[in-house]
Nanobody, 124 residues
Framework: VQLQASGGGLVQARGSLSVSCVASGRTFSSSGMGWFRQAPGKEREFVAA????????DYADSVKGRFTISRDNAKNTVYLQMSSLKPEDTAIYYC??????????????????WGQGTQVTVSS
């Protein structure tokens, strides 16, 4: 599975932005997907995850109520809609895929494939 993230950019605080991740490979529709982020000088952290069917989602407390993860298996794409953005949301956002399992998980080591990341910068 290869993952290509896009859609990052510069946005003002309280604004909205969407990032997406297109996957290649036949296993996408059966894979749990996640979004993680890494700010300069910090460890990579969990943002959101979605099950293979989209029926289950999970969010970090820091983004709950502001971010929405979704997927379109017909397009092999997972989305992260971000609203009410804060300067502390500034980071490189990575999408990730679980190779053999479709459930939601929070730990990076439970994901087998990673995209290259897309920069999201929120100005105050």
């Amino acid at each position: 599975v290869q993952l290509q993230a896009s859609g990052g950019g510069l946005v003002q605080a309280r604004g909205s932005l969407s990032v997406s991740c297109v996957a290649s490979g036949r296993t996408f529709s059966s894979s749990g997907m996640g979004w993680f982020r890494q700010a300069p000088g910090k460890e990579r952290e969990f943002v959101a995850a979605i099950s293979w069917s989209g029926g289950s989602t999970d969010y970090a407390d820091s983004v709950k109520g502001r971010f929405t993860i979704s997927r379109d298996n017909a397009k092999n794409t997972v989305y992260l809609q971000m609203s009410s953005l804060k300067p502390e949301d500034t980071a490189i956002y990575y999408c990730a895929a679980r190779g053999r399992y479709g459930s939601v998980r929070r730990r990076p080591n439970e994901y087998d494939y990673w995209g290259q990341g897309t920069q999201v910068t929120v100005s105050s």
